[in-house]
C-alpha cells in the first residue's frame, strides 16, 4: 500500500486542509479473512474434543494408562490440530488469502489435514511427500481436493516445496518451521491444556510422565513449553525412531545432526527440524523399528481396533518408562498419545509381505510386550 499523502489546502499554511484528505483505502482481504478464521473456528466447535482412554494392563500395578485418541479428528489424526494452527497462523499474518496457492512438505497425515482445511475454504493445495508415503494417505489427500507431487528421498520434499511454492506465486506452509510457533502452547486451545483438563477427575490428576514422539517436534514442544507454564511436575519423555536425527540432536547437543531418514511414517527426520526444543525434554527415548510396530500390533489387539506405527512407538516408549518406575518402586499415571488410525498402513506395518522385505521380525518384541503387561518385568525380549 503506498504511504498516505495529504495535500495541502492554498492559502493555509503547510497543513492538510480540509476538505482535502484523501479516502482511506480498504482493508485488503480482510472480509475474507475474517470468514475464513469464521470456517476454521467452525471445524473446532464441531470437532469438540478428543477422547482420554484408560485400559487396564494387569501386569503394571500402581500404573495408571492413559491413551489420548487423537485418531477421531475429522482427517483421522493428531495432525488435524497442527494443520488448524498453521492455517490460522497464515490468515493471521496475511500470507494466506482468498486465491493463494498452498504448498506443503509432507510425509502424508499433516498433508491429509492440510487439505481437508485448503478444500474448506476453496483454496488449491499441494502435497510434496516421499514416493514411499502409504496409498491410503494419498487417497485421502487427493479426496480432499489436495495435489500430491512425489520425491524419490524424505530430505528433498522441503527444497521442492519451496520452489513450487514460489512459482505459483502462493505460501509454503511449511509445518517443520511453524509447528511450535503457530500453535498456542499458553492457550485452552492446545492438546496439553486438553490433557490436564480430562485427567482432573482421575486418581493420580498430575501424570508423572507424557510420553510423545516426534516428527515436527511442534507437540513436544507444546507438552515441554506448557508443564513448564503451569508449574506442574510431570516430566516429558520423547520417543525417537531407527534413521532420525532427533535423539542424537538432544543428547549432543547439534543441531546439524543428520540421518537417512525413519520408516514409521510421520515421526523421526533425517534432519534437525526448526520445531524441535531439546531444552523443554526431560528424556527421549530410540525405539527399534520392529519394536514400534510390534508394540502397533499389540494395542491394536487390546483396543481391538489398528493403531498406527507413530502410536506404537509412542506405547512402547510408554512401557520403557512404566517399567522403570516399577523397578525404583514407584507409581503414578502416564500419558501418551493415539496418533492415527492403523487401517492407514494396511499395506505396510501389518502386511507380512511388506515385513518380510524390510526384513523386520516383530514376533519377540511382540511376545515381549505381551508378557510385560500381563505380568511385568520387562518389554524387551530375552
Same mark, same amino acid.
Given at each position: 500500500?503506498?504511504?498516505?499523502?495529504?495535500?495541502?489546502?492554498?492559502?493555509?499554511?503547510?497543513?492538510?486542509?480540509?476538505?482535502?484528505?484523501?479516502?482511506?483505502?480498504?482493508?485488503?482481504?480482510?472480509?475474507?479473512?475474517?470468514?475464513?478464521?469464521?470456517?476454521?473456528?467452525?471445524?473446532?466447535?464441531?470437532?469438540?474434543?478428543?477422547?482420554?482412554?484408560?485400559?487396564?494392563?494387569?501386569?503394571?500395578?500402581?500404573?495408571?494408562?492413559?491413551?489420548?485418541?487423537?485418531?477421531?479428528?475429522?482427517?483421522?489424526?493428531?495432525?488435524?490440530?497442527?494443520?488448524?494452527?498453521?492455517?490460522?497462523?497464515?490468515?493471521?499474518?496475511?500470507?494466506?488469502?482468498?486465491?493463494?496457492?498452498? /504448498?506443503? $512438505?509432507? @510425509?502424508? +497425515?499433516?498433508?491429509?489435514? #492440510? !487439505?481437508?482445511?485448503?478444500?474448506?475454504?476453496?483454496?488449491? =493445495?499441494?502435497? /510434496?511427500? $516421499?514416493? @514411499?508415503? +502409504?496409498?491410503?494417505?494419498? #487417497? !485421502?489427500?487427493?479426496?480432499?481436493?489436495?495435489?500430491?507431487? =512425489?520425491?524419490?528421498?524424505?530430505?528433498?520434499?522441503?527444497?521442492?516445496?519451496?520452489?513450487? !511454492?514460489?512459482?505459483?506465486?502462493?505460501?509454503?506452509?511449511?509445518?517443520?518451521?511453524?509447528?511450535?510457533?503457530?500453535?498456542?502452547?499458553?492457550?485452552?486451545?492446545?492438546?496439553?491444556?486438553?490433557?490436564?483438563?480430562?485427567?482432573?477427575?482421575?486418581?493420580?490428576?498430575?501424570?508423572?510422565?507424557?510420553?510423545?514422539?516426534?516428527?515436527?517436534?511442534?507437540?513436544?514442544?507444546?507438552?515441554?513449553?506448557?508443564?513448564?507454564?503451569?508449574?506442574?511436575?510431570?516430566?516429558?519423555?520423547?520417543?525417537?525412531?531407527?534413521?532420525?536425527?532427533?535423539?542424537?540432536?538432544?543428547?549432543?547437543?547439534?543441531?546439524?545432526?543428520?540421518?537417512?531418514?525413519?520408516?514409521?511414517?510421520?515421526?523421526?527426520?533425517?534432519?534437525?527440524?526448526?520445531?524441535?526444543?531439546?531444552?523443554?525434554?526431560?528424556?527421549?527415548?530410540?525405539?527399534?523399528?520392529?519394536?514400534?510396530?510390534?508394540?502397533?500390533?499389540?494395542?491394536?489387539?487390546?483396543?481391538?481396533?489398528?493403531?498406527?506405527?507413530?502410536?506404537?512407538?509412542?506405547?512402547?516408549?510408554?512401557?520403557?518408562?512404566?517399567?522403570?518406575?516399577?523397578?525404583?518402586?514407584?507409581?503414578?499415571?502416564?500419558?501418551?498419545?493415539?496418533?492415527?488410525?492403523?487401517?492407514?498402513?494396511?499395506?505396510?506395518?501389518?502386511?507380512?509381505?511388506?515385513?518380510?522385505?524390510?526384513?523386520?521380525?516383530?514376533?519377540?518384541?511382540?511376545?515381549?510386550?505381551?508378557?510385560?503387561?500381563?505380568?511385568?518385568?520387562?518389554?524387551?525380549?530375552?
Amino acid at each position: 500500500m503506498p504511504p498516505l499523502s495529504f495535500p495541502a489546502d492554498p492559502g493555509a499554511g503547510s497543513g492538510p486542509g480540509p476538505g482535502l484528505l484523501p479516502a482511506l483505502p480498504e482493508c485488503r482481504d480482510r472480509a475474507w479473512a475474517r470468514q475464513a478464521v469464521a470456517v476454521l473456528s467452525g471445524d473446532s466447535h464441531r470437532s469438540a474434543d478428543t477422547h482420554l482412554l484408560k485400559p487396564i494392563f494387569p501386569g503394571l500395578p500402581g500404573i495408571s494408562v492413559y491413551l489420548k485418541d487423537e485418531s477421531t479428528h475429522p482427517t483421522g489424526s493428531l495432525k488435524h490440530r497442527l494443520a488448524r494452527s498453521l492455517f490460522l497462523y497464515g490468515i493471521c499474518n496475511g500470507r494466506i488469502r482468498r486465491d493463494t496457492v498452498l /504448498v506443503e $512438505a509432507s @510425509s502424508g +497425515s499433516t498433508a491429509v489435514s #492440510e !487439505a481437508y482445511f485448503a478444500r474448506l475454504l476453496g483454496l488449491r =493445495f499441494i502435497a /510434496v511427500m $516421499a514416493r @514411499s508415503t +502409504s496409498p491410503s494417505k494419498i #487417497e !485421502a489427500i487427493t479426496s480432499f481436493g489436495g495435489e500430491c507431487s =512425489f520425491v524419490e528421498h524424505t530430505g528433498e520434499v522441503y527444497e521442492v516445496a519451496a520452489r513450487l !511454492a514460489a512459482q505459483h506465486g502462493g505460501y509454503y506452509l511449511d509445518q517443520f518451521t511453524h509447528a511450535e510457533r503457530a500453535t498456542d502452547w499458553r492457550g485452552n486451545n492446545n492438546i496439553a491444556d486438553s490433557i490436564f483438563r480430562q485427567m482432573e477427575g482421575e486418581e493420580a490428576p498430575v501424570p508423572e510422565w507424557i510420553v510423545t514422539s516426534a516428527g515436527t517436534g511442534g507437540t513436544a514442544a507444546t507438552l515441554g513449553r506448557y508443564i513448564r507454564y503451569r508449574g506442574f511436575r510431570t516430566r516429558l519423555c520423547v520417543a525417537d525412531v531407527e534413521g532420525s536425527a532427533f535423539y542424537d540432536a538432544w543428547a549432543t547437543g547439534r543441531d546439524d545432526t543428520e540421518a537417512p531418514g525413519s520408516r514409521i511414517e510421520g515421526i523421526g527426520r533425517p534432519r534437525v527440524e526448526p520445531s524441535f526444543i531439546p531444552s523443554v525434554i526431560d528424556h527421549m527415548i530410540r525405539v527399534p523399528d520392529a519394536a514400534s510396530i510390534a508394540a502397533a500390533h499389540v494395542l491394536s489387539d487390546r483396543l481391538f481396533r489398528r493403531v498406527g506405527g507413530s502410536t506404537g512407538t509412542n506405547f512402547f516408549a510408554l512401557c520403557c518408562v512404566a517399567a522403570a518406575m516399577m523397578g525404583e518402586g514407584q507409581g503414578g499415571s502416564l500419558v501418551t498419545l493415539i496418533c492415527d488410525s492403523g487401517d492407514r498402513y494396511a499395506d505396510s506395518y501389518y502386511n507380512p509381505a511388506w515385513l518380510a522385505r524390510e526384513d523386520i521380525d516383530i514376533a519377540p518384541w511382540r511376545r515381549a510386550l505381551e508378557r510385560f503387561l500381563d505380568h511385568g518385568g520387562t518389554p524387551f525380549p530375552d
